[in-house]
């Protein structure tokens, strides 16, 4: 929402009455607890594009009157009490973030604000959550507001309350399970007014010496010649939620021909810079290149490294070279099974300080494809004396764990929680070795 949309909606929804009198500390409700709506109420979701901005639920008897956002809901015509969801592109850093946005709200209403009257929470795991309340007169009438704001890295919500002392007392119970059934997209998910800049950066941060920079044209990153639109970049950056992948595949369409990028050489010129990594194959469909399918959604890539970038493989370069995708993988796999050891972080069990498993954290970014080596497998295997499991939620973020139990469980978990809220998200499963090298863990 534009910052002038913000300050008109505070005004028109703000107006000031003839006295409004802040509400003291113990007089602010508490942060609503998270909790799911009953599956019998309506539900909302209001976008930005295709970009989430909120979801919400509420009682099937409550009535609509705002498009989407900002969203008007009002009670059943005997209660006096009207409710109000919108949003605004500002981020929130911390809870001194949060009381600044309420300051600002205090000051575009012409409130003397007093921020230890504010009641802080956490919001889901990155975000957090502030409760403020006030009583205005006007004439001989009394009405109470409750401000609710949500908010993290990439926006702030707005859920505001008010109405007669009475209605809004009697009415409260269910507001509350409506603010408690707010989420918001999760904050390394980038808003729209974020992409465009962060894509900029990492491109230009990407690039080598004798690429043209990127820049944003209005809605279009412009290349030299290469002119991207935005619109359709952010479809597919949502749908991936994958920054890298995103700019990978710009790499792509900017060095559309690795033979020209490595100076027309033949394939077996270029088998020393064969390495291999893993990606959801609904992050690379769209891409054309050579991969794969190692079961669950997961594909192996082999791509071509350089001292800037890794470089994926079209498959019209390797019907070129003749050469079949299972044997560049298996080459792919051989030349970085052969580079050595990566570093790897040890795991311990903190009651009894005994190993439990390691961290690959080479960084260099092939550590998912390391698991594809036996190497790497038969180490491992001897070091913790048996199979172990592994977790891989992101190309970036992978666990080999003993398979025991409890560890079993917290490393499900892990791999569960950390799926989709990390960079080139990968696997929600756990795997493991076998005969026929990484496969899913049955249960």
Avoid at 68 to 95: C, K, R, Y
Avoid at 101 to 114: K, P, S
């Amino acid at each position: 929402m534009p910052s002038h949309r913000l300050v008109t909606a505070l005004r028109e929804v703000f107006a000031r009455p003839d006295d409004a009198v802040p509400m003291g500390g113990a007089s602010v409700p508490a942060v609503p607890a998270e909790a799911e709506a009953p599956d019998s109420w309506r539900s909302h979701t209001a976008y930005d594009g295709p970009y989430p901005r909120f979801a919400v639920r509420y009682p099937r008897d409550w009535s609509v009157l705002g498009p989407g956002d900002p969203l008007h809901l009002q009670p059943p015509d005997d209660f006096d009490v009207a409710v109000t969801i919108t949003t605004a592109p500002v981020g929130v850093s911390g809870p001194m973030g949060m009381l600044d946005a309420f300051e600002t709200l205090a000051e575009a209403r012409g409130l003397v604000f007093d921020r230890r009257a504010v009641l802080l929470d956490r919001w889901g795991e990155d975000g957090w959550a502030g409760s403020w309340a006030w009583t205005e007169r006007e004439g001989g009438a009394v009405r109470s507001w409750w401000i609710l704001l949500l908010g993290h890295d990439q926006h702030l919500v707005y859920a505001m309350a008010n109405g007669s002392v009475e209605s809004l007392f009697e009415v409260m119970p269910t507001i509350r399970s409506v603010f408690g059934s707010l989420r918001l997209p999760p904050s390394d998910r980038l808003a729209p007014e974020q992409f465009p800049l962060a894509l900029c950066q990492l491109l230009n941060d990407r690039r080598s010496d004798g690429d043209v920079p990127w820049s944003l044209e209005g809605q279009m990153l412009v290349s030299g010649g290469l002119v991207i639109q935005l619109g359709d970049l952010y479809r597919g950056y949502l749908l991936h939620g994958d920054l890298e992948e995103t700019a990978a595949a710009l790499d792509l369409r900017q060095h559309p021909d690795p033979q020209d990028q490595y100076g027309g050489r033949d394939w077996r010129d270029l088998e020393g810079r064969l390495r291999v990594v893993l990606r959801r194959a609904e992050a690379v469909q769209e891409l054309d290149i050579v991969c794969v399918p190692q079961g669950h959604g997961v594909v192996a890539c082999p791509v071509l490294d350089s001292s800037d970038r890794m470089t994926f493989i079209p498959r019209v370069e390797a019907d070129r070279w003749g050469v079949t995708p299972l044997d560049l993988l298996t080459r792919a796999i051989a030349r970085l099974d052969s580079s050595g050891q990566p570093e790897l972080e040890e795991i311990y069990d903190e009651s009894d300080e005994r190993l439990l498993g390691f961290r690959l954290a080479a960084g260099d970014g092939y550590d998912s494809g390391r698991l594809l080596g036996p190497r790497l497998q038969k180490w491992l295997t001897a070091a913790l004396g048996g199979r172990p499991i592994i977790a891989m939620p992101a190309a970036g973020y992978v666990l080999i764990l003993r398979d025991e139990g409890v560890w079993r469980q917290r490393l499900a978990e892990t791999a569960a929680q950390g799926f989709g809220r990390r960079p080139r998200p990968l696997s929600g499963d756990l795997w493991t070795w076998s005969d026929a090298g990484l496969v899913p863990l049955m249960p």
